[in-house]
């Protein structure tokens, strides 16, 4: 048999054992939730076909029933935005102006008066900026103002104002919809970008935007590229306040993001990038309409979700608890992508263009690299501009990781689940980066060599699934009480079977993505 005819023969099987996999799955589980829908209680009353939905998720169930009204708001503010820039030939300043007035009356909705705390903490940052940017201590005072802000937030729950004084208690009667302390985890990335971009562009540039323009296709074709947009150095005029507060509260990424630099937002208010042309807008928000319908279709038929939160999946077997728990993953990659292609939708509208934060499917990753660059992508790049590189960068991977893992579970909130999950997927991350390091320095020059490469890496990439698998229920599903019962439940003798398909699954999958990659390679 020829190789060619090998891979095609190879792709079948793999594909009919996928399409088995999630027959079985799927047909499991709407058993399971035709059973037991008595018992969840988070369900809701649904619109499709007299089927219960599952809103059980808090943050789902807000952002889905307030969907109507952030649509009539966001359509208002952008459109209403758009036509003052073309009525009176807006730039940077003016549209800066526009966009905080516009922002701070959503979030004084939003907050009600605990908008004072906002913008005084706000306040505090850019005059440290400015007071303090030339100073060679001034990155640690930025790190340490933000991080202790974000850590008293969470302590204090966002604080009251009685106890600033009695006087003040009247005020707690009016703190808005929507806790303030929890979008100001967003707004503290913005503070330390504004932090960093306005300190580095006081420097000498080591970024050769020339060179950066010739080996750039987008760049090259006359737009900017993204990381053109974040890497040049802005005119110190550039970074005022009236601009750091819009940056700040800019309402169509205010609540989830994603997060845009500093120096990418200044540069877009100023001149609108036009990559992204009105059918292209308008082909994203008919995409993001096609998944909201499939978000509708597994909450209405697959309630993953509330057997997670009811604790209900304790009393399954097996391969159902498997099941529940592959299920629920895929439910909060499906949520995140709805959600943060939502608010980017109207971004674009508006003329800023963000990175997209879920640029890859959650079931075509197969190393711990790949998913952190394609799961919350723009937090990712966040991530690599203003602690990975400042840390040391690959240098000092190894050690750089754990402070890095530490500031994101903390960053989401103070929980031990949380920072177990980071130090679990530092834990798992360091074999995957030998294992890298040893196999960049084999290169397999028969045809046997290739495929015992390839059959170790697929079976490396099983491992590393189950692993992002275990440390994401442990972070944010089940808790580590939760998954230590089902990985017990695992390892009995009626667990050790399902065990297996369980690893052979992922071993397909695994050669699934690789086939893809083949063919996305020889398409180039």
Not at 191 to 217: A, N, P, R, V
Not at 344 to 349: A, C, G, H, Q
């Amino acid at each position: 048999m020829g190789p060619l005819l090998w891979k095609r023969s190879e792709l079948f099987f793999l594909i009919l054992y996928a399409v088995t996999f999630y027959v079985i799955v799927i047909q499991r589980t709407l058993y399971l939730s035709h059973d037991h829908s008595r018992e969840l209680y988070s369900l809701r009353r649904g619109w499709m076909f007299n089927r219960l939905n599952d809103l059980s998720d808090a943050q789902w169930r807000n952002f889905h029933g307030n969907l109507p009204i952030l649509t009539f708001v966001f359509g208002i503010f952008t459109f209403g935005a758009i036509a003052l820039r073309n009525q009176f030939n807006l730039k940077g300043r003016g549209m800066s102006v526009v966009w905080f007035i516009m922002s701070l009356a959503y979030i004084l909705h939003l907050h009600g008066a605990c908008v004072v705390f906002v913008l005084s903490i706000a306040s505090v940052n850019f005059f440290l900026a400015k007071i303090l940017a030339k100073s060679k201590f001034y990155l640690y005072v930025l790190w340490f103002f933000n991080i202790s802000v974000l850590l008293l937030n969470r302590i204090y729950e966002g604080y009251s104002f009685s106890s600033f004084g009695n006087q003040w208690a009247f005020l707690d009667n009016y703190r808005g919809s929507f806790r303030w302390q929890i979008c100001f985890n967003l707004v503290v990335l913005r503070m330390l970008s504004f932090g960093c971009d306005y300190h580095w562009s006081l420097k000498e540039t080591q970024f050769d935007q020339k060179k950066h323009i010739i080996h750039c296709s987008i760049c090259s074709s006359g737009n900017s590229c993204y990381h053109l947009l974040q890497e040049k150095r802005l005119h110190f005029c550039q970074y005022s306040f009236i601009k750091y507060l819009a940056y700040l509260i800019y309402a169509p990424l205010y609540i989830a993001g994603p997060i845009v630099s500093f120096n990418a937002f200044a540069s877009q208010l100023d001149a609108p990038k036009k990559r992204y042309s009105v059918v292209n807008v308008i082909f994203y928000g008919s995409r993001w309409v096609l998944c909201f319908g499939l978000m509708e279709t597994m909450t209405h038929f697959l309630y993953y979700n509330a057997f997670a939160n009811s604790g209900l999946w304790r009393q399954f077997s097996p391969l159902e608890i498997f099941i529940i728990g592959y299920g629920v993953i895929n439910f909060i990659w499906l949520k995140f992508l709805l959600i943060w292609r939502y608010f980017r939708f109207w971004s674009l509208v508006a003329g800023i263009e963000t990175i997209e934060n879920m640029p890859m499917c959650l079931n075509n990753c197969y190393s711990l690299e790949t998913f952190w660059k394609s799961w919350h992508a723009s937090f990712n790049k966040w991530i690599v501009r203003y602690m990975y590189i400042p840390l040391g960068g690959s240098q000092k991977k190894l050690f750089n990781m754990w402070i890095i893992f530490t500031f994101v579970a903390l960053w989401h909130d103070i929980e031990w689940k949380l920072l177990l999950w980071a130090w679990l997927t530092c834990i798992f991350f360091i074999p995957e980066l030998v294992i890298k390091s040893s196999i960049s320095s084999f290169t397999p020059r028969s045809a046997a060599g290739k495929f015992v490469l390839r059959e170790m890496s697929a079976v490396a990439g099983a491992v590393t699934i189950t692993c992002l698998m275990v440390a994401n229920l442990v972070g944010y599903v089940v808790g580590p009480s939760g998954t230590s019962l089902l990985i017990s439940r695992l390892f009995r003798r009626d667990g050790f079977p399902v065990l297996v398909f369980i690893f052979l699954s992922f071993y397909v999958a695994v050669k699934l993505m690789f086939h893809i990659r083949d063919i996305k390679q020889n398409t180039k």
